[in-house]
Structures are given as structure tokens and as C-alpha cells.
């Protein structure tokens, strides 16, 4: 019991609660301006093309989510794949990967989205940084390197396993993907994790 408790109070859950909590604020203040001032709050937390109109909804929109249940299902995966991503790195660094993973992914969501639907809307949510942080997680696995060197033991060309896991990381992605939800920032999410991860990026 006594290791638990240590463990609770060390650092990998301190930026984690950091993120849980911005997501929570964040998402308070855009209900309570979007209650009284629809178009405020779509000025202020949603990200949409062209986003550099409104720089500041990179970082905005990262946090904002467009309800409870929302808010909930992403912070759950924050909470279960930010911990182990955050007991490998420093709080800054744990911090930008989320934001910049985040942006990203919700870069990609309003430019992509927008090609293929015109009309589309903007994005809000913490979803391409948690599948970006899930994927850093499997990528940066002991068993990810083991996977690597059968790989190279069976003479499977590196460009056939990016590729299996391109194809996977899309599975996934869409597999977890409810109706509505923005696809594409999930997608880039977890490729960008996976890219991370196996790069180490984050490791100190």
C-alpha cells in the first residue's frame, strides 16, 4: 500500500492531472459562452478553416469539448495512456506533445475535412491528442521493438511493416470512431503517436 500511495503522488500523474484538468475548465468556459453567445464561442474555442483567422484556437480547441459525455470519453484516455507516456518524460515535454499532437490532428481534420465536405464545421476536442498519446504507448512498447527484430529475422521489408501499421493504426481509428466524430484528427492522431513513439521522441 505504501508503494501505491508513493506512486500516486510522483510525477507521472501530475501533468496527466494538469491535462484533466485544463480539459475540464476549458470545456466549462465554452459551454457557459456558448450558452449566452453561440457565435463567441465558436470565435474563442472552435477550430476551423482557415484556422490562422483565429490563431488562438490551436491551443483552445485542443481543451474545449462539446459535451460530459464527451469530455468524459476523452479524458478516460488521457488518464490510461498519459500515464505510462508521462513516467518516461518531463512535464514540458508531456505537456507540448499533447498540445502540439492536438493541433495537429485538428489541422488535419478542418483542411482534409473540408476537401471532402465543403460545408463541414469546425473541431473541438482532446480525441487527437489521446489517440496520439494511445499510440505513443504501443509504438514505444518493449513488445513493438521485439515485433521489429522478427520482422528483420524473417526478411519482411521495413516498407511492409509501415505499412501494416498505417493499415492498422486507420482500423483502429475508425473502429473507435463513433458517428459524427472527427476521423481524420483521430487518424493523424494515432499515426502521429505511432511516429512518435517509435522515434522515442519524448523519452528524456
Known amino acids: 500500500m505504501r508503494a501505491l500511495a508513493a506512486w500516486g ?12 484538468g485544463l480539459m475540464a475548465a476549458v470545456s466549462a468556459a ?3 459562452v456558448d450558452l449566452f453567445a453561440r457565435p463567441m464561442a465558436r470565435f ?7 484556422p490562422l483567422v483565429h490563431p488562438w484556437t490551436l491551443v483552445t480547441s485542443v481543451y474545449a469539448h462539446v459535451g460530459i ?5 476523452n479524458a ?3 488518464l490510461v495512456a ?4 508521462a513516467a518516461g518524460t518531463t512535464r514540458p515535454r508531456f505537456h507540448a506533445f499533447v498540445l502540439a499532437t492536438g493541433a495537429i490532428a485538428g489541422l488535419a481534420q478542418v483542411w482534409l475535412g473540408g476537401l471532402l465536405v465543403p460545408a463541414s464545421v469546425g473541431v473541438v476536442g482532446s480525441s487527437g491528442a489521446a489517440f496520439a498519446l494511445t499510440g505513443y504507448v504501443v509504438a514505444a512498447n518493449p513488445a513493438a521493438d521485439a515485433l521489429g527484430r522478427v520482422a528483420k529475422r524473417v526478411n519482411v521489408p521495413p516498407r511492409a511493416v509501415t505499412l501494416l501499421v498505417a ?13 459524427g466524430s ?13 511516429l512518435a513513439g517509435r522515434a522515442r521522441l519524448l523519452r528524456v
Open 69 to 73: 459525455g464527451h469530455l468524459l470519453v
Open 167 to 179: 493499415v492498422l493504426a486507420l482500423l483502429v481509428a475508425v473502429a473507435f470512431s463513433g458517428p
Open 44 to 50: 474563442l474555442f472552435v477550430l476551423s478553416a482557415p
Open 76 to 78: 478516460v484516455v488521457v
Open 30 to 32: 465554452f459551454w457557459l
Open 82 to 85: 498519459g500515464l505510462p507516456v
Open 9 to 20: 503522488r510522483s510525477r507521472p500523474l501530475r501533468p496527466v492531472i494538469d491535462t484533466l
Open 182 to 194: 472527427a476521423l481524420i484528427a483521430h487518424v493523424v492522431g494515432l499515426a502521429t503517436g505511432l
